[in-house]
């Protein structure tokens, strides 16, 4: 899957979510003390699928978005970027193509995260995609 997180970074270089975020989106995990706001992604499932000719990959992707503002605006203002950038989008993929990328699930909630000064409360959006490739 090293070729379609490639990809997706490379959706994000130039857009409003990438100026939104000053270009901080993680593979897994954010390194310690990684600054707000920031995005982090996750491969959730990666299931084959077979056809009589084609392989395709189904793939959850989740996009987390994590914003230290009090109010939930700037999450608000991340999660419309997103929905932008991925919702029904196109992508070249190496050695693959995108037949969809298609949001699936949203959840918006408050977490408590801990920092070099103590903890802070943050606004945390759970953002999940449906992926399907096709290899070439």
Not at 54 to 78: C, G, K
Not at 99 to 112: G, S, Y
């Amino acid at each position: 899957m090293k070729i379609l997180t490639t990809a997706i970074y490379g959706k994000l270089s130039g857009s409003a979510l990438s100026a939104h975020v000053g270009n901080r989106l993680f593979k897994g995990r954010a390194p310690e003390g990684a600054e707000y706001p920031y995005i982090v992604y996750l491969l959730i499932t990666d299931m084959p699928d077979y056809t009589f000719k084609n392989t395709l990959e189904n793939v959850t992707i989740q996009f987390s978005l994590f914003s230290a503002n009090p109010s939930t605006s700037e999450a608000e203002d991340m999660f419309t970027d997103l929905k932008t950038l991925y919702d029904d989008c196109t992508f070249s993929i190496s050695a693959s193509t995108l037949i969809w990328m298609i949001r699936q699930n949203a959840i918006l909630m408050a977490e408590d995260h801990t920092v070099k000064d103590g903890t802070i409360q943050v606004w945390h959006y759970a953002v999940d995609y449906s992926i399907i490739t096709e290899r070439a």
